[in-house]
């Protein structure tokens, strides 16, 4: 089975690699751009990946950041 998510160039992909990366049952994830296929390998060694974890943890750390209940949480992901 396979999900397609699109994302903005904004999109905090650490958050959501970390999200995606504790979900039973996650296999493999592939970030696609275009025509390009990434794996997380080249996407973690990548110098624009450094630049969008530094991004988010200084957005973390002035402040601007959403937090997640445990019940929307279970919302989102269908989890009783």
């Known amino acids: 089975m396979e999900i397609k998510i699109s994302l903005d160039e904004y999109a ?6 970390k ?4 979900i039973k049952g996650v296999k493999n994830v592939e970030i ?9 390998e080249e996407i973690e060694n990548s110098e ?7 991004q988010s943890e200084n957005d973390y750390q ?12 279970n919302e989102i992901f269908d989890k009783k």
Not at 12 to 17: A, E, G, L
Not at 19 to 22: E, V
Not at 32 to 38: A, P
Not at 62 to 72: A, K, M, S
């Open 62 to 73: 002035n402040g601007n950041y959403q937090e997640l209940t445990d019940n929307l949480l």
């Open 32 to 40: 696609t751009e275009g025509d390009k296929t990434y794996s997380w």
């Open 19 to 22: 999200l995606l990366s504790q």
């Open 12 to 17: 905090d992909v650490p958050f959501i690699k």
């Open 48 to 54: 624009y990946f450094g630049k969008v974890l530094e």
